[in-house]
C-alpha cells in the first residue's frame, strides 16, 4: 500500500465516523461544530490527493463562511431538532439502490492517473498536455527565445489543471473574480447590522 | 535514514489524534466542548497538510497550511461571538 | 552532517507527536471544561512547534525552494504562537460567562 493510499483510507474513515455524528445528534449546534470538522477533515483528502486549489477553497468556504452561515441559520431557526425520528422507507430505499448503482459503475472506472484512459488520451487533451513551457524569464517577467533554442520545456506542463487553465487564464481569471464580487456583495447585503 | 517513513508515521499519529479529539466533540456535555474539539483539530489538519507537503515531495502545501490556521482563528472567534452576543454582527 | 540533521528532525517528530497524543488523551480523560483547556491548549500549540521545527530541518535538502518552506514554516508557528492564546482565552472567558461550573471533589468546599 503506498503512502498516499494509506493516509487516505485513515482520513475516508475518520470522515465517514464524522459524517455519522454529524446527521445523527439532536442538538443543531453540535451538528454546525461537527460539519466544520468535515470541512477540515476534507480539506486534509484533497490536499493529500495533491490539488492545492480545491483545499484552499474547501478550507475557506467550508469551514470558514460556511459554518457562520449555519450559525446564523440556527439564530433564526432554534437549534433543537424535531422530535420525530422514524425511518423513511421509501427515502432508504431510493438512497441504498442508487449507491449501490454508483458503487457498480465505480468498479470500471480506470485506475488512477493511468495515461491511457480516455481523460488523458482523447485528441483534445493532448492538444493541452503537450504544450511548450517556457523555461525562464528575464528580469522583466517576459519569455524570449525562439522554441527550438532550449528556451522552452516540450511537453512539459507538470500539473493537468494548470494546462488546461494555462490556455485560457484570462477568460477564467475574468469570470472567477465577476463570480467572487457577486458573491461578496450578496453576503455583505445579508449580513449588515440594520441600524434603524 | 529514512525520512519519508518517519513523516508518514508522524502523519498517522495525526490522524489517530484526530480520532481521539473527534470523541470529545461528539460527546462533550457543553457546547463549549465542542468549540474547544473544533480548535483542535485544525489545529492538527494544518500539522497534518503540512506533513503531507512534505511526504509528497511539495513545499508548496504550506500555504494552505498558513490559510488553516488562520481561517481556524478566524471559525472559532466567530462562533463564540455568536454563542456570547445571540447575534452575528 | 545530514545525518545528524535527520536524527535530531526524527527526534523532534517522535517527541511532537508523544505530546500530541498525550494532549489528545487528556483531552478525553479530563473532568471538566477547564482542565481540557488547559491539555487541548498547551500541548496543541507545543506539539505544533515541534513538528515545525523538525520539518525546518527537513527542509534544508530541498534547495531554495526549501528556504522558501522554511520562511513559510516560521511564518505558521509564529501565527499560531500569537492566535492561540487569543483562542483559548476567548473560550475560557465564554465559557465562564455562561457560568460554566469547574469540577470540584466530592466532599470538599474550596
Redesign the interface.
Known amino acids: 500500500m503506498t503512502d498516499y493510499v494509506l493516509l487516505d483510507v485513515l482520513l475516508l474513515a475518520l470522515l465517514t465516523i464524522t459524517a455519522v455524528a454529524a446527521v445523527a445528534m439532536r442538538n443543531l449546534f453540535a451538528s454546525t461544530v461537527i460539519l466544520s470538522i468535515y470541512s477540515f477533515l476534507m480539506a486534509c483528502v484533497w490536499s493529500n490527493m495533491d490539488s492545492q486549489d480545491v483545499a484552499l477553497t474547501e478550507a475557506a468556504v467550508g469551514a470558514g463562511v460556511s459554518t457562520i452561515l449555519l450559525l446564523g441559520t440556527i439564530l433564526l431557526v432554534g437549534s433543537r431538532e424535531k422530535p420525530e425520528r422514524a425511518v423513511h422507507w421509501p427515502a432508504l430505499l431510493a438512497v441504498t439502490a442508487v449507491g449501490a448503482a454508483l458503487l457498480y459503475g465505480t468498479a470500471d472506472m480506470p485506475r488512477f492517473g493511468d495515461p491511457q484512459s480516455p481523460a488523458n488520451s482523447s485528441r483534445v487533451s493532448k492538444g493541452y498536455i503537450l504544450q511548450d513551457v517556457p523555461k525562464v524569464a528575464d528580469a522583466a517577467g517576459h519569455h524570449t527565445g525562439p522554441r527550438s533554442e532550449g528556451n522552452y520545456f516540450h511537453d512539459h506542463v507538470p500539473n493537468m489543471v494548470t494546462a488546461v487553465i494555462v490556455s485560457y487564464r484570462a477568460y477564467d481569471t475574468m469570470f472567477e473574480t465577476v463570480v467572487i464580487f457577486i458573491a461578496g456583495l450578496g453576503l455583505i447585503l445579508f449580513l449588515r447590522r440594520r441600524t434603524s | 535514514?529514512n525520512?519519508?517513513a518517519?513523516?508518514?508515521a508522524?502523519?498517522?499519529?495525526?490522524?489517530?489524534?484526530?480520532?481521539?479529539?473527534?470523541?470529545?466533540?461528539?460527546r462533550g456535555p457543553?457546547?463549549?466542548?465542542?468549540?474547544?474539539?473544533?480548535?483542535?483539530?485544525?489545529?492538527?489538519?494544518?500539522?497534518?497538510?503540512?506533513?503531507?507537503?512534505?511526504?509528497?515531495g511539495?513545499?508548496?502545501?504550506?500555504?494552505?497550511?498558513?490559510?488553516?490556521?488562520?481561517?481556524?482563528?478566524?471559525?472559532?472567534?466567530?462562533?463564540?461571538k455568536?454563542?456570547?452576543y445571540?447575534?452575528?454582527? | 552532517m545530514t545525518h545528524w540533521i535527520d536524527w535530531t528532525s526524527t527526534a523532534l517528530l517522535l517527541l511532537g507527536s508523544f505530546v500530541l497524543l498525550s494532549g489528545a488523551v487528556g483531552l478525553i480523560r479530563f473532568p471538566d471544561f477547564y482542565s481540557r483547556l488547559h491539555a487541548a491548549g498547551k500541548n496543541d500549540s507545543l506539539a505544533l512547534i515541534l513538528f515545525m521545527i523538525g520539518l525546518l530541518l527537513q527542509s534544508f535538502r530541498y534547495g531554495t525552494v526549501g528556504l522558501s518552506a522554511g520562511i513559510r514554516l516560521v511564518l505558521i508557528v509564529a501565527f499560531i504562537l500569537v492566535t492561540s492564546p487569543v483562542a483559548t482565552h476567548a473560550l475560557s472567558r465564554a465559557a465562564w460567562i455562561d457560568r460554566v461550573q469547574p469540577w470540584r471533589r466530592e466532599g470538599t468546599n474550596d
Do not use: Q, W
Open positions: 535514514m525520512l519519508h518517519v513523516n508518514l508522524a502523519g498517522c499519529v495525526v490522524i489517530l489524534g484526530i480520532s481521539l479529539v473527534l470523541f470529545r466533540a461528539i457543553t457546547s463549549y466542548d465542542r468549540v474547544l474539539a473544533m480548535n483542535v483539530i485544525g489545529t492538527k489538519a494544518v500539522l497534518l497538510v503540512a506533513l503531507i507537503g512534505f511526504i509528497t511539495r513545499p508548496e502545501f504550506l500555504d494552505i497550511a498558513l490559510l488553516y490556521a488562520v481561517i481556524n482563528f478566524v471559525a472559532t472567534i466567530a462562533i463564540l455568536f454563542v456570547e445571540r447575534r452575528l454582527g
